[in-house]
């Protein structure tokens, strides 16, 4: 079906500023991934999985301008040892990153494959993402699929000693960046993957993750805090048998933050947790849109979702739980919840079921309200002070997000940097 000419337009106007990478082995895949683009048309306002955030700003042919956010602040997880791999307005910094030699991880960047004929992420890249095009449209994923100039692959084939830090710089105020990760985790191995930083003006994330049996995968990411930029971020993963995938997000600050996450479960006794925390201010919107598919037995996926909201923030969520005929014992939960700190803020959510199986447990639940008067009255019986008696509820309904951290390590430092944020903010 042809496009509507305002979306045509659009689309051909932001294709005609960018230029397709030199593709190596992956050059097919960018060839299949522009005509996806070419094909969908980017994102507009009438699309029904874009009603409630406007992608002007992450479709227009150049990126707003977005002031760099200075702090004294440590970056998040300096406190761990970690290998860190460092990128700077969308640019890997070989100076800023360690060696990239870890034991039971191979490590190679994009830009570097794209130059090779073989390479085992020509397998995945691609792959996951025009997998997720049905059945909703991600047309930015393949936009990034197309031009992505940078990334890493990530091949873990044991237990790495210790994290592996995706850390993004911020440093041009209308820097555009495009990163493209893929992911694969072998049978028995496990690893965790920090991510943090705000990284450009405008940012297009994708990252792809395949996990095989037995495999188990850790991802813990923060943005923030430059509060001017915009991103989009994509997450297709796939799990085998006896699989693991847990993923954590916490988000502060931002003009405007879409996450997508696309979740399959193709074998059984799989299990995916997504969870999501947010605090936003003012001229903020938050975004989470999740799509998880049970296509095996035995399998369990859990979405939390968390957002605190004032001075005119705007959270949404989309979540969908989709279970396919012989799906048996599926154990699907969801939750969604805004904490609206003042009338001037909005929740807008949109969960949904799709179950074509007998026996399963499969909830949702969706809930917007504001501060608990009588805890609140309670604390300020006891002496504690108003704003502190908030940012201590404030934490307390963000807590089942957080817990879905699994290292209790980095869920306290999770928890201190948003102590110290809140207590900043009154």
């Not at 609140?376 to 108003?386: E, I, M, N």
């Amino acid at each position: 079906m042809a496009l509507a000419e305002a979306k045509q337009s659009a689309t051909e106007a932001r294709l005609a500023a960018l230029s397709l990478p030199e593709g190596g082995c992956l050059a097919l895949a960018r060839q299949a991934a522009l005509a996806r683009v070419q094909t969908l048309g980017l994102p507009g306002r009438r699309d029904e999985y874009w009603k409630y955030t406007r992608p002007d700003s992450l479709t227009a042919v150049e990126a707003s301008k977005a002031t760099v956010f200075s702090t004294e602040e440590e970056p998040m997880f300096n406190e761990f040892d970690r290998l860190r791999i460092v990128f700077v307005d969308g640019v890997y910094d070989e100076a800023a990153s360690d060696d990239l030699s870890l034991e039971g991880v191979q490590i190679d960047r994009i830009a570097d494959i794209c130059s090779r004929d073989i390479h085992w992420a020509k397998d995945l890249y691609g792959v996951l993402e025009a997998r997720g095009q049905s059945p909703v449209a991600r047309p930015l994923a393949a936009l990034n699929t197309a031009f992505a100039s940078d990334g890493v692959a990530i091949h873990v084939t044991g237990k790495p000693s210790k994290p592996i830090n995706l850390i993004y710089v911020h440093s041009d105020e209308v820097s555009d960046a495009i990163l493209h990760h893929v992911i694969r985790v072998e049978k028995d191995a496990e690893a965790t993957i920090l991510e943090n930083g705000p990284a450009a003006s405008r940012f297009n994330k994708c990252m792809e993750i395949d996990i095989a049996d037995t495999g188990k995968l850790h991802l813990v990411r923060a943005q923030g805090r430059d509060h001017e930029r915009r991103a989009a971020t994509h997450m297709f993963a796939r799990l085998g048998t006896e699989s693991q995938f847990k993923s954590f997000t916490l988000t502060v600050n931002g003009v405007l933050t879409r996450n997508e996450a696309v979740l399959e479960l193709l074998g059984d006794d799989a299990i995916a947790h997504i969870a999501g925390a947010c605090v936003g201010d003012g001229d903020f919107h938050h975004d989470d849109t999740v799509f998880i598919t049970h296509d095996a037995v035995n399998c369990e996926s859990r979405q939390v979702f968390k957002k605190v909201l004032r001075n005119g923030a705007t959270g949404v969520f989309q979540g969908k739980i989709l279970v396919k005929e012989g799906a048996q014992k599926t154990d699907g939960y969801q939750i969604s919840q805004s904490l609206l700190l003042d009338d001037d803020s909005q929740f807008l959510a949109k969960p949904e079921l799709e179950i074509y199986a007998d026996d399963v447990i499969c909830s949702h639940g969706s809930t917007t309200g504001a501060i608990d008067e009588e805890a609140l009255f309670y604390l300020r019986s006891r002496g504690v002070p108003t704003e502190e008696a908030t940012d201590l509820l404030t934490l307390a309904f963000l807590a089942e997000a957080v817990e879905e951290i699994e290292d209790g390590e980095i869920a306290e430092a999770i928890v201190a940097r948003l102590e110290g944020w809140l207590s900043r903010r009154r």
